[in-house]
């Protein structure tokens, strides 16, 4: 009881966990578009376990698994939606600002975009299934009205009063299941971190660490479950992030310092320095990145074996995007 996966015959037959499923453990499956999504990220995670293990058709099966969100995917309103048990079809009375039903802790501006583990491709099908620019609809959550309808839940929670306080969209950093959608914008940038839309997510990432954590008592957005605002924070202000579970690459993102030294290994002194050139307040726009002397500027990131090793991260920053002399 309370172990593993409930809800999992459901999500085997159909490739998504239903509205009015079922399980043995627990009566009816709850916040299925979350539990879906959830599921979906383990499967991705265990895929690349498996890769490691050379157990090939397990990752196979598992890989395309993780990629199933196109199935609870509303190309008519572009958000992630449940379907019914009974008929297949989409569930009716959608309020984009109401939370629980089909979602934990938020509703469907808060897990929009959570598929961490593919950001390309969902912004592929944003823009296939749903005529919409993923990056436009990231940078639409940070500005629009911070707003919530009660939805499920008998009263309001917390997370809910937070979204307001932080005056900040419909971005709730104040939970975990939006810390990922600031390096969504690099995720699916094909130009690296001198993109365009990389380069819309450079400012937000450092708005978020100068404003969502103050010295006060109330130090974090939000609650700080099991140590993620740190984590956040820490790993953010080195100017990385691990962006999906199940694999070393680590995103690049907005260094808030001009150098930090991580000990990588102690035994044998293994140092990884992260310096920022030019870095202010105002400088929140990567101009480029090097790894050793080798000009990583086309990528996202960098590989977590590399950084641990050891060596020199060189961020080159300035007051505007990136353009080319050319």
Known sequence: MGIG???????????????????????TCINPVAQTLNFMQSDYAIARAAERLNKMEDAEILMLRSLNYSLIFNGE???MQSKSKETGKWTTAFDQFAWGGDYTEGGPWQFRFYVPHDPKGLAK???????????????DIQTMPGVYHLGDYPMEIHEELELPENCWGQYAHNNQPTHHILYMFSGMDDAGVRGTCASKGQYWLRKAQLELYNLRPAMYAGDEDNG???????LSTLGLFSLAPGTTEIMFGVPLFSKATVVTDASKGT???????????????????????????GRNGIDYNDLVSGGELVFEMGNSPYVSAL
């Open 5 to 27: 996966r409930t809800c999992l015959e459901d999500y085997l037959a159909l490739g998504y966990i239903p509205r009015g499923g079922s399980t043995t453990e627990s009566g």
């Open 125 to 139: 099908l944003y823009a296939e299934s749903a005529g919409l620019n993923m990056c436009d609809k990231l940078s």
């Open 77 to 79: 309103n572009g958000f």
């Open 228 to 234: 993620e605002m740190s984590a956040w924070y820490i």
């Open 271 to 297: 140092l990884l320095s992260i310096i920022s050139n030019n870095n202010s307040p105002e400088n929140v726009y990567i101009q480029s990145v090097s790894w050793n002397g080798q000009d990583y500027s």
